[in-house]
């Protein structure tokens, strides 16, 4: 994971300035699998009962229009808990001062974006990531985007 203004890469941003605006970042060790107890405990903590997983890549029909949605501006009344099994991406995040914090995640990071916050999110060049989707009810993923 590393994060930064979304205008200065080389202005870089803390995890402890992360997690002033509750964002939450976990590094798991996906050597051998040694993230499984780590990860089941977090969700017993904060009370995740259900996961699924999203593979997106070139050859996902629609990546281009799935794109466009997840990188407009948007927040949800659950927090986004994302633990990325492979590939790569950016959250963009807003923060109290309104500025874009991004935040580049992948293999191995998982991410809580708090509920409630602005947020949208992007693939890098490589155009592929494989997420486990963390949820405390039923999967869904419904935004509420901030210019509709």
Not at 104 to 122: C, K, Q, S, T, W
């Amino acid at each position: 994971m590393r994060s930064y203004f979304y205008d200065n890469e080389s202005d870089v941003v803390s995890l402890d300035y992360l997690k002033e605006h509750n964002v939450l970042y976990f590094p798991m060790d996906m050597e051998n699998d040694n993230y499984k107890e780590p990860l089941e405990a977090l969700c017993k903590e904060r009370g995740y009962k259900n996961r699924d997983e999203v593979k997106l890549s070139k050859e996902t029909p629609g990546l281009e229009d799935k794109l466009k949605i997840f990188f407009e501006e948007h927040l949800h009344d659950d927090e986004e808990i994302r633990f990325i099994l492979d590939g790569c991406g950016f959250f963009d995040i807003r923060d109290k001062n309104d500025k874009w914090v991004r935040i580049r995640v992948e293999r191995g990071d998982l991410i809580i974006v708090p509920a409630n916050m602005y947020h949208r999110f992007a693939l890098d060049e490589s155009r592929k990531i494989h997420a486990m989707r963390l949820f405390t009810d039923a999967p869904k993923w419904v935004p509420i985007n901030r210019y509709s």
